[in-house]
């Protein structure tokens, strides 16, 4: 059974950090792209950043680039997401993904087939 959980969530002040974990299992991942999105309430899915499983390409959306930081252990099967110098607009709940597909889709959530639970991320002012 392929499963993504995820930890690290939790309640920070602004300007803090949180890394968020996500452990995959069930399935060789070598050749997925592993992403996080993040849901605000009443908004929709967005996309934070990707990293593919094989060559650790990477991409982050702009409103966190210079701030987070995705990165993978393949000992472990798990991929991080170092989140730094948080703040307020930044609370949501934080959803880790894995999917295939060309670079071009590799921030559009419906190229993501799998998804863990999400954990809460709360930055407070």
């Known amino acids: 059974q392929v499963q993504l959980v995820e930890s690290g969530g939790g309640l920070v002040q602004a300007g803090g950090s949180l890394r968020l974990s996500c452990a995959a299992s069930g399935r060789t991942f070598s050749s997925y792209t592993m992403g996080w999105f993040r849901q605000a309430p009443g908004k929709e899915r967005d996309f934070v950043a990707a990293?593919?499983?094989?060559?650790?390409?990477?991409r982050y959306a702009d409103s966190v680039k210079g701030r987070f930081t995705i990165s993978r252990d393949n000992a472990k099967d798990t991929v991080y997401l170092q989140m730094n110098s948080l703040k307020p607009l930044d609370t949501a709940v934080y959803y880790c993904a894995a999917g295939l597909g060309p670079i071009a889709t590799i921030s559009n959530y419906r190229r993501y087939d799998t998804w863990g639970q999400g954990t809460q991320v709360t930055v407070s002012s």
């Open positions: 990293i593919r499983w094989g060559d650790g390409y990477t």
